[in-house]
T-cell receptor, first 112, second 114 residues
Framework: SQQGEEDPQALSIQEGENATMNCSYK?????LQWYRQNSGRGLVHLIL?????REKHSGRLRVTLDTSKKSSSLLITASRAADTASYFC????????????FGGGTRLMVKP | ETGVTQTPRHLVMGMTNKKSLKCEQH?????MYWYKQSAKKPLELMFV???????ENNSVPSRFSPECPNSSHLFLHLHTLQPEDSALYLC?????????????FGSGTQLSVL
């Protein structure tokens, strides 16, 4: 079954605005990762947050993790048209042999 | 460039054909993976190899046959596929079998089965 589920499934914003995507998961995890995928291409790793961390930053990206709510959010600040892509969370769950399980993704469109 | 190269980028095949997908990683990693990405479905893990040994086979039909001759190369042999097998097939690598490690993906092979 799907471990991580992203919300919303699709998001459309104007350039310069912030974009927030959420990920919920079902079982306890060791870490959570966010990936980005441009249309028809491979996934690119963005950021990893461990279960004992609450917040992490990388450039314009900010990731939070709330293990009590089993949820994470990815915030992209000052979005650019080049941020248009699909964003996936992936969890490294104790009950999945520590294999990464991906969610269905959020399709982000940033309009110039 | 992620250091993981997949060929071909696009493949069209009939249901009776036999073809192979190739993946090569230049990162010195020990683990390699095949994922399937279908439209409107989450990424599905198919196979995992760690130090050339298959450690995961996620109930994949036998018409998909993986081969890992060394830690840098991974193949997916395809035969008698079905139209529902049309998808983007992604190869990935990591330092080891993930215990909190990130994956490096290739650009994928877009497969169409007619």
């Amino acid at each position: 079954s799907q471990q991580g589920e992203e919300d919303p499934q699709a998001l459309s914003i104007q350039e310069g605005e912030n974009a927030t995507m959420n990920c919920s998961y079902k079982t306890s995890i060791n870490n959570l990762q966010w990936y980005r995928q441009n249309s028809g291409r491979g996934l690119v790793h963005l950021i990893l947050i461990r279960s004992n961390e609450r917040e992490k930053h990388s450039g314009r990206l900010r990731v939070t993790l709330d293990t009590s709510k089993k949820s994470s959010s990815l915030l992209i600040t000052a979005s650019r048209a080049a941020d248009t892509a699909s964003y996936f969370c992936a969890t490294d769950a104790d009950n999945a042999g520590n294999m990464l399980t991906f969610g269905g993704g959020t399709r982000l469109m940033v309009k110039p | 460039e992620t250091g993981v190269t997949q060929t071909p980028r696009h493949l069209v095949m009939g249901m009776t054909n036999k073809k192979s997908l190739k993946c090569e990683q230049h990162l010195g990693h020990n683990a390699m993976y095949w994922y399937k990405q279908s439209a409107k479905k989450p990424l599905e893990l198919m196979f995992v190899y760690n130090f050339k040994e298959q450690t995961e086979n996620n109930s994949v039909p036998s018409r998909f046959s993986p081969e890992c001759p060394n830690s840098s190369h991974l193949f997916l042999h395809l035969h008698t596929l079905q139209p529902e097998d049309s998808a983007l097939y992604l190869c990935a690598s990591s330092q080891g079998v993930p215990r909190g490690e990130k994956l490096f993906f290739g650009s994928g092979t877009q497969l169409s089965v007619l």
